[in-house]
């Protein structure tokens, strides 16, 4: 069935330095990738996504790469802060939406 | 708040009791959503609707969950006969209709614990 795999699912970064968060996913009908943010206790926060006729976005201090031949995309949060720390899910959606098993982000200052 | 809303924000029951959640979209929002999570993990779909009309369940939902959206604006989940792996978040989340259709907004989620 769908699935997909986000690695790695425990992430330790310095204040300043960049984290990468990858996902594969196995519908090759997914269309749409969405990342969230979770704070403990809080609901997800979409922080960006990207279709699939792109193949890079960028907001700010965030970005996101597709790679629709080997089904993976992935987060760059480039000078991390501490408030980035919390639970990352991808997601794809080719029908519904499937979510990674998250990522949680730990930025120390 | 013109954010999605759900109550109650937290359930404590005892196995074999019904429950029933409320989630209230953003307004205009002609989809809605149903997810569950527990914890360690991203939420899971369990049903959708566009309007009124429930378009898509998971094989997660069993004979025991139902959900409804009756008038197309806010939705129900109630689950029968609870049971302890039922103990789990219960997100909701709604899209527009065109636009950023595939945009989903969550709710902040009602906790369940089933004793």
């Known amino acids: 069935g769908e699935n997909v795999e986000q690695h790695p699912s425990t992430l330790s970064v310095q204040e300043g330095d960049s984290a990468v968060i990858k996902c594969t996913y196995s519908?090759?009908?997914?269309?749409?990738f969405p990342w969230y943010k979770q704070e403990l206790g809080k609901r997800p926060q979409l922080i960006i996504d990207i279709r699939s006729n792109v193949g890079e976005k960028k907001d700010q201090r965030i970005a996101v790469t597709l790679n629709k031949t080997a089904k993976h995309f992935s987060l760059h949060i480039t000078e991390t802060q501490p408030e980035d720390s919390a639970v990352y899910f991808c997601?794809?959606?080719?029908?519904?939406?499937?979510f990674g098993q998250g990522t949680e982000l730990s930025v120390k200052p | 708040d013109t954010g999605v809303s759900q109550n109650p924000r937290h359930k404590i029951t005892k196995r074999g009791q019904n429950v029933t959640f409320r989630c209230d979209p953003i307004s205009e929002h002609n989809r809605l959503y149903w997810y569950r999570q527990t914890l360690g993990q991203g939420p899971e779909f369990l049903t959708y609707f566009q309007n009124e009309a429930q378009l898509e369940k998971s094989r997660l939902l069993s004979d025991r969950f139902s959900a409804e959206r009756p008038k197309g604006s806010f939705s129900t989940l109630e689950i029968q006969r609870t049971e302890q792996g039922d103990s789990a978040m219960y997100l909701c989340a709604s899209s527009p209709l065109g636009g950023n259709q595939e945009t989903q907004y969550f709710g902040p989620g009602t906790r369940l614990l089933v004793l």
């Open positions: 997601a794809a959606r080719g029908g519904k939406l499937i």
């Open positions: 519908d090759s009908a997914s269309n749409y």
